[in-house]
């Protein structure tokens, strides 16, 4: 069965600081991979995903993520954080012929001044 | 706007009782979910439907039940034979039951035993 591990439970980045936040799976196949950002009390929001072709996507709010077939990984990166980005970051990957989504356990990001 | 509600914002238990929670979408979505949300464990579905009339468990489904009667909505029963139900729900449809596509959420309820 497919798994996804967020090794960080928090990290805590100056603003204006690069942000990198990993993500790694367990599945065969090329999976689809997702990241979604949930801010406290809110539901999830889409950030970015990887299906197919170039292995750097591009998401909203200046995100983006690199697939890494030969480690597993699908970090997500942002080049200068800023302080409306903290909140929780979920991973996620799917496989063809399920219906289903496997969520990671997230990492809360805190920027500090 | 087209969106996902979820109603109410934050709900309680008693002993024995059964609870609700309310989630209706606006975006002609085929499909549609709950998931179950505690600290440190992420997300985890409990019970997802592809389409009017039909339903499938997900990973945590003993002591929930659904109903999928209408394509826009989709509500959660909480039971009595749920013992540890104080979590934070979340509802979300895709347009199509399919790994591949994004999820949109509701803004959640959240749930506590008196």
């Known amino acids: 069965a497919q798994s996804v591990t967020q090794p960080d439970i928090h990290i805590t980045v100056s603003e204006g600081a690069s942000l990198e936040l990993r993500c790694n799976y367990s599945y065969g196949a090329t999976p689809y991979l997702f990241w979604y950002v949930q801010s406290p009390g809110q539901g999830l929001q889409l950030l970015l995903k990887?299906?197919?072709?170039?292995?750097l996507v591009q998401g909203i709010k200046g995100f983006e993520a690199e697939f890494k077939r030969s480690q597993s990984s699908f970090n997500l990166r942002k080049p200068s954080v800023h302080w409306s980005d903290a909140a929780e970051y979920f991973c996620a990957v799917g496989v063809t012929g399920f219906q289903k989504l496997v969520f990671g356990t997230g990492t809360r990001l805190l920027v500090s001044p | 706007d087209g969106g996902i509600t979820q109603s109410p914002k934050y709900l309680f238990r008693k002993e024995g009782q059964n609870v609700t929670l309310s989630c209706e979408q606006n975006l002609n979505h085929d499909a549609m979910y709950w998931y179950r949300q505690d600290p440190g464990q992420g997300l985890r579905l409990i019970y997802y439907?592809?389409?009017?009339?039909?339903?499938q468990k997900g990973d945590i489904a003993e002591g929930y039940s659904v109903s999928r009667e209408k394509k826009e909505s989709f509500p959660l029963t909480v039971t009595s034979a749920q013992k540890n139900p104080t979590a934070f729900y979340l509802c979300?449809?895709?347009?199509?039951?399919?790994?591949?596509?994004?999820?949109?959420f509701g803004s959640g309820t959240q749930l506590s035993v008196l």
């Open positions: 990887y299906f197919s072709g170039d292995t």
């Open positions: 979300a449809s895709s347009p199509r039951a399919a790994t591949n596509e994004k999820l949109f």
């Open positions: 439907s592809q389409i009017v009339n039909d339903f």
